[in-house]
């Protein structure tokens, strides 16, 4: 359907305020509190937007939190993280910039540059005010403004715990044990830092222990968290990669529990988790849709000029992802006598769930010359690809 689907963040108020000014420009027209706070990475903190400005959508976001794959809960800490991470590496704030990537700038930098500013509500729900308007889809505004605790830029909603994203900037601004220079980007003059590859865990390990000793806060964060919850996290990245052999920390349904450079093999776990807010049976009742399937068209193989042309198509109703298939009770049927470059089309009725009938007239064979014919049925559901099958007959 191309809609965007919620998963950590879900909308709960969404709506815009957009207009065009006497420059023909679109601007929006809510007034964004001044208490809204967005990222500074000129002065490295979280800054209030302060007075008059103004914004085209505001959205509000409640959370699926539950615990990353090292036991750690997620909450609204990992979408500040993530935020600031975003605005710091994508903004330059010299030549000497090492917090900078020209790539990872170059895919960011234009959608975070339309986030006025967040609320950080007491209920633990998140207010976004942001530059964007698409009158055809409120579900689409919603996903241009929510959080999320991914930082990476690849466009795939793909996320590691923050202290491992941490661990990795920091491999890249401060060094590795190893001594390998690292980049967050792909670039032949460096290693990209990587979750996995075991020479980069080493370095990732190595860092944490750094991060754990000399407990570093990050600046993103520093405002919302005290020493004991970073050395919480610190202490289970280690474990777990003490564990696994990686550090790929993430939140989804299944984890990897073994990988094999060498190989190439790895193998995923169910996370079973308690924590995990998707029962497993929520997405294939989530994704459900229905979609209609010919089964079969019945009419004579034969027939004589005068005569009438009776069509029966069977068609199934089949829910998706169940695969599950019964007689159609919705939708609609038309059947196609195709005439060499052209058709012509008739409107098929249900006469009992997943029977559908209709007649071609004896009119339309008069002027056609014997021979076999194509008789098309397509089956059409709002919403749904529409259904085709075809058979034959012969005119004499």
């Not at 002065?43 to 699926?64: D, Q």
């Not at 980069?200 to 000793?213: F, N, P, Q, S, T």
């Not at 919480?232 to 474990?239: F, G, L, Q, S």
């Not at 012509?344 to 009725?349: D, G, I, L, M, R």
Request: charged share 25%; glycine share 6%.
């Amino acid at each position: 359907s191309a809609i965007p689907t919620p998963l950590r963040a879900v909308p709960v108020e969404v709506e815009t305020r957009a207009r065009r000014n006497e420059e023909g420009d679109v601007v929006g027209d809510f007034d964004v509190p001044a208490n809204a706070i967005n990222y500074c990475p000129f002065n490295e903190a979280w800054l209030k937007v302060g007075e008059g400005k103004k914004s085209m959508s505001m959205a509000t976001y409640e959370f699926r939190f539950g615990n990353l794959h090292h036991g750690q809960p997620i909450s609204v800490v990992d979408f500040l993280y993530a935020q600031g991470f975003q605005m710091e590496w994508a903004n330059k704030e010299g030549d000497d910039d090492l917090q900078y990537e020209r790539a990872y700038s170059s895919s960011l930098k234009n959608s975070l540059d339309t986030i006025i500013g967040w609320v950080l509500n007491e209920d633990d729900t998140i207010t976004v005010y942001f530059d964007y308007n698409f009158p055809a889809s409120k579900e689409r505004v919603a996903s241009w403004g929510a959080p999320g605790i991914s930082v990476s830029a690849s466009g795939h909603a793909v996320g590691c715990a923050w202290e491992i994203a941490e661990a990795m900037s920091l491999l890249v601004t401060e060094g590795s044990k190893s001594g390998t220079s690292y980049s967050i980007t792909m670039d032949p003059a460096f290693t990209e830092v990587d979750a996995i590859a075991p020479a980069c865990v080493k370095d990732i390990r190595a860092k944490l222990v750094e991060m754990k000793e000399r407990k570093h806060i990050p600046n993103y964060i520093k405002e919302f968290v005290d020493e004991q919850y970073v050395l919480e996290r610190y202490d289970a990245a280690i474990k777990f990669i003490d564990n696994y052999g990686h550090a790929y920390i993430s939140n989804g349904p299944f984890y990897l529990s073994k990988f094999d450079s060498t190989s190439n093999f790895m193998e995923l776990r169910a996370f079973r988790d308690p924590s995990y807010p998707f029962e497993d049976t929520y997405w294939i009742e989530e994704l459900k849709t229905l979609r209609l399937e010919i089964e079969s068209i019945e009419t004579p193989a034969f027939i004589g000029k005068g005569s009438d042309l009776p069509v029966t198509v069977h068609v199934a109703e089949v829910t998706y992802p169940i695969d599950e298939a019964i007689p159609a009770t919705v939708g609609e049927v038309t059947v196609s006598l195709i005439i060499g470059q052209e058709s012509v089309e008739f409107k098929a009725v249900m006469v009992q769930h997943g029977v559908f009938e209709c007649t071609i007239p004896a009119s339309v064979f008069e002027k056609l010359e014997s021979g076999s014919y194509v008789i098309m049925a397509i089956a059409e559901l709002e919403g749904a690809i529409p259904a085709s099958a075809s058979t034959s007959v012969v005119l004499f």
